[in-house]
Nanobody
Framework: QVQLVESGGGLVQAGGSLRLSCAAS????????VGWFRQAPGKEREFVGY????????YYVDSVKGRFTISRDNAKNTVYLQMNSLKPEDTAAYYC????????????????WGQGTQVTVSS
């Protein structure tokens, strides 16, 4: 079992930045691919991006490419989501999730989830 805890959310003005953290316990996170998802009120959970276990590979949804960066520090068992140039449409609860082996962009393919952290971007 992997327990994931997100932190770093908050209220920020459009154009601002936030860095979310996803801290893991229970297992070594380096063996897991970690994805970030977000969910706005009344909408389905949306894939944001993922990072491979080694950190060598990342992938992002088009709407965040060039603005968001996922990184990881396996020594700290933590994955980060750096969000720059934030827009009001980025407002959502952000979740990290983990799975073994192959990359995936569907929420149903992830086995372990954090509780989420709220990001609100004001215009």
């Amino acid at each position: 079992q992997v327990q994931l805890v997100e932190s770093g959310g908050g209220l920020v003005q459009a154009g601002g930045s936030l860095r979310l953290s996803c801290a893991a316990s229970g297992r070594t996170l380096s063996t897991y691919l970690v994805g970030w998802f977000r969910q706005a009120p009344g909408k389905e959970r949306e894939f944001v991006g993922y990072i491979s276990g080694s950190g060598a590979s990342t992938y992002y949804v088009d709407s965040v490419k060039g603005r968001f960066t996922i990184s990881r520090d396996n020594a700290k068992n933590t994955v980060y989501l750096q969000m720059n140039s934030l827009k009001p449409e980025d407002t959502a609860a952000y979740y990290c999730a983990a799975r073994l082996n192959y990359a995936a962009i569907q929420a149903r393919d992830y086995d372990f989830w954090g509780q989420g952290t709220q990001v609100t971007v004001s215009s």
